[in-house]
């Protein structure tokens, strides 16, 4: 990424944890949580949740260390294809369908983020790094994204804050939310 050093660091240290976390999660299915809008009774597609999720916040840190120094065509595979089958799957079944559409979403703002660091490879910035009416809607959904989680994770029962009973699952989707807001913000 486009970041001071120490920025990239933290945030691949931020992303890697959530990343595996979420692997942990998959791996011990006790230990799943549904997604937002499924209920417990559905574990695979909480199973599902757990590994986009796994390998959003690995890859994540991944590319903010490694940067362009991958060729765009390994992130596109990574990404391109998990989002093409949570599309493919959020159309034909309505069970999970934003869950999924979100996911979506943050594959493919990974493929854009590879394709713009190939046309902008580290410390040479170029008007032509990303396209600014994309980034900006991007920058405005993971804003609100990791808001939205951030206030779920915090609940105000009795007017005390509270770590709600979906914590941890939500704390890494919220860490999540603000690398991808802070991976679009260095392009």
Do not use: K
Not at 60 to 84: K, N, Q, S, Y
Not at 91 to 98: A, I, K, V
Not at 133 to 152: D, E, N, S
Request: net charge positive; hydrophobic share 55%.
């Amino acid at each position: 990424m486009h970041g001071p050093t120490l920025v990239n660091w933290l945030l691949a240290l931020l992303t890697a944890t959530a990343g595996a976390t979420c692997l942990t999660r998959l791996r011990h299915p006790s230990c799943a949580a549904a997604p937002h809008g499924a209920h417990r009774a559905h574990p695979p597609l909480a199973r599902e949740s757990d590994a986009a999720e796994a390998l959003m916040g690995l890859g994540m840190a991944a590319m903010a260390v490694t940067g362009a120094t991958v060729p765009a065509a390994v992130w596109a595979v990574l990404f391109g294809l998990p989002a093409a089958v949570f599309l493919l799957a959020a159309l034909q079944t309505p069970r999970g369908r934003g869950h999924r559409l979100h996911h979506a979403v943050g594959a493919l703002a990974m493929t854009y983020l590879a394709l713009a660091m190939t046309v902008s490879p580290a410390g040479h910035h170029h008007p032509a790094a990303g396209a600014p009416l994309l980034t900006g809607a991007l920058l405005l959904y993971f804003g609100g994204y990791a808001l939205w989680t951030g206030a779920r994770l915090l609940r105000t029962p009795a007017g005390t804050l509270v770590v709600g009973t979906t914590g941890l699952p939500q704390a890494c989707r919220l860490a999540m939310g603000i690398g991808m807001f802070a991976m679009l913000l260095t392009m």
